[in-house]
């Protein structure tokens, strides 16, 4: 039984909104207009599934102060501030979402100090000017998205003069172990005030596979490898560094550097409280833990070479049934047959005819007979899908039913099939979403 449950909280005139729980709302979470708001301390979560869900939502707000909330599985995003002018978003867990912090057509924004985690991206400016002063990300660490850390850029309003995204300044970050590259960028629509520096990136070896990107992940375009490259084929990083951090206990959400590591020599000095801070520190612990439980793919209807794309944790590695439209489907063993009490899907698209419309949730033991847990219709979007259970799932085979894709919506370069990006299970310790 998936659990519905509401809890929608709108922030209209000044106020100070803390210390709450906002759950199960389909849209936003708390969603701020207006001036001069602290919103502090509050935990956000299991928001969706709207294509625009949101954790927490400046919308054309100004001068307000987000600060020490844990957001968490939201559809879309955890923190958008859109259309807003100076607003400080500082010391947050953003974690378990589609994205982690979007800035979008926002001016003056301000992030410092947050931590940025298990996200298909981490940070993503779109649109941004400078007429309330230029935009800073600073002092944050960013760590296991499943694709780019920071997306600069993605596409272009088409209404606004000038560049798409300009003032913004990037600096004294740790970004660890991208799914597909550091940092995606857009030079033909970002404007000349753009700093990316004093960084400092580290990964599996191998991995990521590029270090610096101008082109869609799909595009099979080359990206820049290394840091070196980066150095000397652009004018950024000049102080950037590739360095174990050394993180504390990445996988349980504690992403604090130990003593020894090489960000405690510091960044760049900056204007903010921070200073030479490099990555984020002392942020408050995580309310509840997302624990992955690992699936492997056994058995797919058609394509099965590409059906272990769907469970490595990287995005833009997805599988498609060719030419086949409907009824398709997967089976994945889950690892030490653990319970999961949520299921996510990730789409390969944004709006498109291969996305899957309805689906079907399975389990067994036996991998004979099977029992339904979960079946119903996405809404055609780009963002993550997320299926909650009221209590824990146990079955050592868990089989996902592609019934059948969205039409036809128009673009010719679309392709009639199935497609998805990844599968994802997971359990919530402690499972939250009853007796608040």
Known sequence: ?????????????????????????????????????????????????NQEAMGIHLASAADCFVQDNDVFLCKKTAIRDQSGKRNTIQGNRMHQCWTGLDYNACSGARAFNN???DNSQGFNPKHVKGEAR??????????????????????KDTNAPGPDCDYLDIRNNILVKAGHTHIWNKPDIVGDHLIIDHNLYFGPPGWPRFFYHTNWPGS??????????????????????????????????????????????????????????????????PVSRFVPVRLKALKASVNEKLMNNTTDGRYSTGWHSGTNTSNQWMVCEIEGAQAFTHLIL??????????????????SDDNQTYRRIASGENNDSGSWFI??????????????????????????????????????????????????
């Open 134 to 155: 230029w935009n800073l990300f600073w002092h944050n660490t960013v760590y296991d998205s499943y694709g780019p850390h920071i997306s600069i850029a993605v596409n």
């Open 346 to 363: 990730v789409p390969v698209g944004h709006k498109v005819e291969f996305n899957v419309r309805h689906y079907e949730f399975s389990v």
């Open 220 to 285: 099979g375009n080359p990206g820049m490898t290394t840091l070196d490259e980066v150095q000397r084929k652009t004018s950024f990083e000049r102080g950037g560094i590739v360095a174990d951090p050394l993180l504390i206990d990445p996988e349980a959400g504690h992403l604090a550097c130990r003593d020894a590591s090489p960000a405690r020599r510091g960044g760049a000095k900056l204007d903010s409280s921070f200073g030479t801070q490099l990555g984020a520190h002392g942020v408050r612990k």
């Open 387 to 436: 299926y909650e259970f009221d209590r824990p799932v146990s079955a050592r085979f868990l089989k996902f039913a592609l019934l059948d894709k969205f039409p036809d919506d128009g673009y010719a370069w679309t392709l009639n099939r199935l497609e998805f990006d990844e599968l994802r299970a997971g359990r919530l310790t402690p499972l939250l979403g009853t007796g608040f």
């Open 1 to 49: 039984m998936l659990v519905n449950k509401l809890c929608h909280a709108i922030v209209g005139s000044t106020i100070h909104h803390e210390n709450t729980f906002v759950h199960h709302a389909r849209d936003k979470g708390i969603d701020v207009r207006g001036t001069g708001h602290r919103i502090e301390s509050n935990v956000v979560f299991m928001i969706g599934n």
């Open 115 to 117: 931590c940025i985690y």
